[in-house]
């Protein structure tokens, strides 16, 4: 099973500041790792998926690179709205394992 | 409108059972890998299990393997997710997601509670 981990588990930022989260896999992955947000109280919603490719109708200011093992999910000015929890997620093979998540909050 | 919409949600003792069902509207749902995500409280997202569109592949993580059964009836438009001997670990919000992309959930329900409770 691959073991996803991310950091930090907590980010404190101001809106309009540049957010950077990182997820690293056990093994390589290939480019298979998506991108999830989770606001208090909501089901998450797809953000990034094989790792660079936004899914529909998620804003520019949202972005993501890393191949292999290492990837990271950019936001590149924080809105009020992006403070949530965010997760990764591989799909290389079953189980498709995600990450313990980045808790992002107001500073 | 393209939705999930999961039910059968609720509190039951250890041991018992439970059917989760998950009503897909606004898509054509037999051409789609069906998923259930579960979130116990105030944690993390963990995958349960997946069934491809034709019912050729049905994958389940060892924590319920042996325990819970996935299903689908492409005709109704519904996933079920039927949960036996359950366990107080197995408390937690249930999601219905439609896969695209290899693997991912590309759309959510919004989830149903199960609570594992004496």
């Known amino acids: 099973e691959i073991v996803l981990t991310q950091s930090p588990a907590t980010l404190s930022l101001s809106p309009g500041e540049r957010a950077t989260l990182s997820c690293r896999a056990s093994?390589?992955?290939?480019?298979?790792l998506a991108w999830y947000q989770q606001k208090a109280g909501q089901a998450p919603r797809l953000l990034i998926y094989?790792?660079?490719n936004r899914a529909s109708g998620i804003p520019a200011r949202f972005s993501g690179s890393g191949s292999g093992t290492d990837f990271t999910l950019t936001i590149s000015s924080l809105e009020p709205e992006d403070f949530a929890v965010y997760y990764c997620?591989?799909?290389?093979?079953?189980?498709?394992?995600f990450g313990p998540g980045t808790r992002v909050h107001i500073k | 409108e393209v939705q999930l919409v999961e039910s059968g949600g609720g509190l039951v003792k250890p041991g018992g059972s439970l059917k989760l069902s998950c009503a897909a509207s606004?898509?054509?749902?037999?051409?789609?890998?069906m998923n259930w995500v579960r979130q116990a409280p105030g944690m993390g997202l963990e995958w349960v299990s997946s069934?491809?569109?034709?019912?050729?592949?049905?994958y389940y993580a060892d924590s319920v393997k042996g325990r819970f059964t996935i299903s689908r009836d492409n005709a109704k438009k519904i996933l079920y997710l039927q949960m036996n001997s359950l366990r107080a670990e197995d408390t937690a919000v249930y999601y219905c997601?439609?896969?695209?992309?290899?693997?991912?959930?590309?759309?959510w329900g919004q989830g149903t509670l199960v609570t594992v409770s004496s």
């Open positions: 997601t439609r896969g695209g992309g290899g693997g991912y959930s590309f759309l």
């Open positions: 093994q390589s992955i290939s480019s298979y």
């Open positions: 606004g898509f054509s749902f037999r051409g789609y890998t």
């Open positions: 094989d790792a660079s």
């Open positions: 997620q591989h799909r290389n093979n079953w189980p498709f394992t």
């Open positions: 069934i491809t569109s034709s019912d050729t592949s049905i």
